[in-house]
């Protein structure tokens, strides 16, 4: 008896097994996707750290414009919009038949809603400065919204895209979006299981008919890399977005597997107090541009899967400067001696790297740091808890540091934050009245062609007299299983084209 | 009766030192709640990062904000999760089963061979197998569990490709997908328990049967197998108890590397979770209840002793 149940048990074990192998294709239209970290709330406007953004954005929540695959601002819950004679008054037409997810047309009174709520003091949204320019907003009719604007402003538009049209009784509500999402996109949330996974639904009430093509996705929390990896390559995942060359390079060659890649907007970078010695001297930042060597850095920290870059990413065609444009960029030891004996400084010069604790940023602080250590400068590094790290970087509490900031494909969008005298993310205390000039112009000018030129300016200010060294723009991969079809990489890592996904042969 | 009053005397005064310990750790640790919701990039006021801190309770002095947590603690409520506004408890009561589950498994596993295999080493000694089950033990002891768990999935991909084996669904869902995704990490979980205690087990049944009771048991003819079983093991259970308990403390430790390594939402990632976001209630009350756990556990434990050993009864 006792042996004829452990025989039972054990049959049961490997039926098990055989009907998980057998059941896979009957899951086929809803894809598994293995993310790393796990969301802190699924607000759109009161988290933005990136692990919560990349599973709402573009897949639950919309704005009225995005940011298609070129990275040029397009319409989307706004099929169309009017720009007043003096560039103060936007008058957006909401595209007909979009729905939220408990069915509810999504109404001019929605977007109005939405934008005061971003804007709110008591939502206390970090993306408000987004809206700064914005005097109010008002419903015109049930499917017009009308933005009247304190100032032009040229990145109002692909600062929309940022901003999440949710349902007008969250106004007010706090809470109630953390755990229970609602929006107007192509998937709709189902289920959250803290450290398990969030389960995505498709809308059926999508206003963009056909669309979407999965019957909804499923983002699996997977803390540690290897067991990504090795779920992708037994089918239990259909894809890993959004992964590093370390990771990529890996799986590469892996059966069944493929492999998308763009480069991205990210950048890697070496931040510089400037309102204490060492850095305060622009001599001294600009030897330390001399004494990297950006290509040595792509090679051996990521893998050769990378490209030197200066302050905007070579993937932003319209806007960035070659890098051949930027004299620092040329390595040189000689050149950067010569530069800390006319700044008059002591060699060799001592300070402390403060390092995002993040493998790919460790690699290129050790680079940098020997790149350094060989041309006059002794560099200490600290690698701390990430807590410490945000709190040093927010305090300016730091010489140096070495980070990943994610960019933008508004060059205002976080030049004016990053750079301006008294900007948000400031924190390197720089303050340079050419470039605060060009960066208040830069807000107000429309033509394409006038920006351009005064980012042109913008970009060589930074380049090599900044309080940034601008190391790498790296590649992104996204990996998944030869089955899925239609998934476009994006470089500022959004998932929205899941919307255009599905399984083929 | 006695000894349950005493017991639960120490639970409280253990746990009020648990929680004064916790609460005041987690907030040394630099960057708090709010510095991580916004992440290191976004465009953010100091106003606004004041606001946010309000509204989360975290511009009151220390002292208040433990005295708050107390008085709110003393009737049941250990407050809401900073991330979901959930009640944490609801958040724990969400993690905690498939913590349970593999802890029971590991140990089970572990403790339910351990037995046979210490007695059998014991009474191997000296020769060769027992020189093999040595060298097994040692090496169960230290290959580290995280390691052992990557090369099984990585073993069984290659095996078995296919297989669904990372993450969990819940037993009511599911009971065969629980128990398949379950076996692995509570393998990995078990092994070093399992060396541990068979090691245990061995050089407790040796010393027990090196004892003049076993002697005279021979002498008056009793068989071998009532010896070792009746005589001897009996003995040697006091010490495997007592282990047992210690390391069912343990294992909740140890289920947080192979949660990590699994992709087990159980409550070691709910902590390490927590810790990171600096989600200070969820932390609080995760240590409470898994300190409750293992004061629980000692305190079985305790009972057992009296069910082994009729002279603890006295």
């Known amino acids: 008896m006792k042996k004829a149940f452990t025989g039972l048990a054990a049959a049961l074990v490997l039926g098990t097994v055989g009907t998980t192998l057998h059941n896979a294709p009957a899951h086929a239209q809803v894809l598994e996707a293995a993310v790393a970290g796990s969301p802190a709330g699924l607000d759109p406007h009161i988290v933005t750290a990136f692990t919560s953004t990349q599973i709402v954005g573009g897949t639950i929540y919309e704005g009225l414009t995005t940011i298609d695959k070129n990275l040029l601002v397009a319409p989307a819950l706004a099929e169309s919009w009017t720009v007043s004679e003096d560039s103060k008054t936007y008058t957006f037409k909401l595209v007909s038949g979009a729905t939220f997810h408990d069915g509810a047309p999504v109404e001019a009174a929605d977007v109005v809603a939405s934008l005061n709520r971003v804007m709110s003091a008591d939502i206390a949204s970090p993306l408000a400065s987004r809206l700064a320019a914005v005097e109010m907003a008002e419903a015109v009719d049930a499917s017009t919204v009308k933005v009247t604007l304190k100032e032009p402003s040229a990145p109002f538009l692909t600062a929309l895209a940022s901003i999440a049209i949710v349902p007008r009784q969250f106004e007010t509500d706090k809470e109630g979006l953390q755990n229970a999402p609602m929006g107007t996109g192509p998937f709709k949330f189902e289920e959250w299981q803290p450290n398990g996974f969030i389960a995505l639904a498709k809308h059926e009430g999508y206003w963009n008919a056909g669309l979407p093509k999965l019957d909804g996705v499923k983002f699996n929390i997977i803390p540690e890399s290897a067991t990504r990896q090795v779920g992708l390559i037994s089918g239990q995942y259909g894809m890993l977005p959004n992964i590093d060359a370390a990771t990529a390079l890996q799986l590469r060659g892996q059966p069944n597997v493929a492999i998308a890649e763009t480069l991205e907007l990210a950048y890697t970078l070496i931040g510089m107090n400037v309102s204490k010695p060492p850095f305060d001297n622009p001599k001294v930042r600009e030897a330390l541009n001399y004494a990297l060597n950006r290509d040595e850095i792509v090679q051996a920290a990521l893998f050769g899967a990378g490209v030197p870059g200066g302050p905007l990413s070579p993937a932003l065609t319209e806007w960035a400067v070659d890098v051949a444009e930027f004299s620092c960029f040329a390595h040189s030891v000689d050149k950067a001696k010569a530069l800390l004996a006319e700044a008059g400084v002591t060699e060799p010069i001592k300070f402390t790297l403060l390092v995002l604790p993040r493998q790919d940023i460790r690699d290129i602080a050790q680079v940098v740091q020997a790149q350094l250590n060989n041309a006059g400068f002794e560099v200490e590094l600290n690698i701390p808890e990430i807590g410490q790290f945000v709190q040093d970087w927010r305090n300016s509490n730091f010489d140096a540091f070495a980070s990943i900031n994610s960019g933008s494909i508004e060059p205002d969008d976080y030049f004016y934050r990053t750079f301006r005298t008294g900007g948000s993310t400031n924190v390197f205390k720089y303050s340079n009245a050419e470039l605060d000039g060009l960066l208040d112009n830069g807000r107000v000018a429309l033509e394409l062609a006038d920006r351009q030129a005064i980012y042109n300016d913008a970009q060589k200010v930074l380049a090599c007299g900044g309080p940034v060294a601008f190391l790498t723009y790296g590649q992104l991969f996204t990996a998944t299983r030869d089955t899925v079809k239609g998934y476009e990489i994006m470089p500022n890592r959004s998932l929205m084209t899941l919307t255009t996904t599905e399984f083929g042969q | ?314």
């Open chain 2, 1 to 314: 009766m006695r000894l349950l009053r005493t017991r639960l005397i120490e639970l409280v005064v253990v746990l009020f030192g648990i929680s004064i310990i916790t609460f005041l750790m987690i907030r040394l640790i630099p960057g708090d709640a709010v510095a991580i919701m916004l992440g290191a990039n976004t465009e953010v006021t100091p106003e606004r990062v004041a606001e946010l801190r309000a509204s989360l309770g975290l511009d009151k002095p220390i002292l208040v904000q433990y005295v708050d947590w107390l008085a709110g603690a003393m009737t049941g409520d250990l407050g809401v999760s900073i991330w979901t506004r959930r009640p944490v408890i609801e958040e724990i009561g969400a993690h905690v089963w498939p913590t349970v589950q593999l802890t029971v498994f590991a140990l089970v596993l572990g403790a339910g061979l351990a037995l046979p295999l210490g007695v059998l080493m014991a009474r191997l000694r000296g020769q060769g197998w027992d020189v093999v089950l040595q060298i097994g033990s040692v090496a169960g002891l230290t290959i580290p569990s995280f390691w052992l768990g990557i090369m099984m999935i990585l073993a069984l991909t290659v095996l078995a490709p296919g297989v669904q084996m990372l993450g969990y669904v819940p037993f009511s869902e599911d009971p065969l997908g629980n128990l398949a995704r379950l076996l692995l990490p509570s393998i990995a979980l078990a092994l070093p328990i399992l060396a541990n205690l068979a090691r245990l087990t061995r050089s407790a049944m040796l010393d027990a049967l090196q004892q003049d009771y076993i002697r005279t048991a021979r002498a008056k003819g009793v068989s071998e197998r009532s010896i070792l079983f009746k005589h001897a093991l009996r003995n040697a259970l006091i010490p495997f108890v007592t282990s047992v308990g210690i390391m069912a403390g343990y294992l909740l430790g140890g289920a947080i590397v192979i949660e990590q390594v699994f992709a087990i939402p159980g409550l070691g990632r709910l902590i390490l979770g927590a810790i990171a976001e600096r989600n200070y209630p969820l932390v609080q009350a995760t240590i409470l209840v898994v300190t409750v756990a293992f004061v629980l556990i000692n305190f079985v434990v305790d009972l057992l002793y009296a069910i082994i050993d009729p002279r603890v009864r006295h």
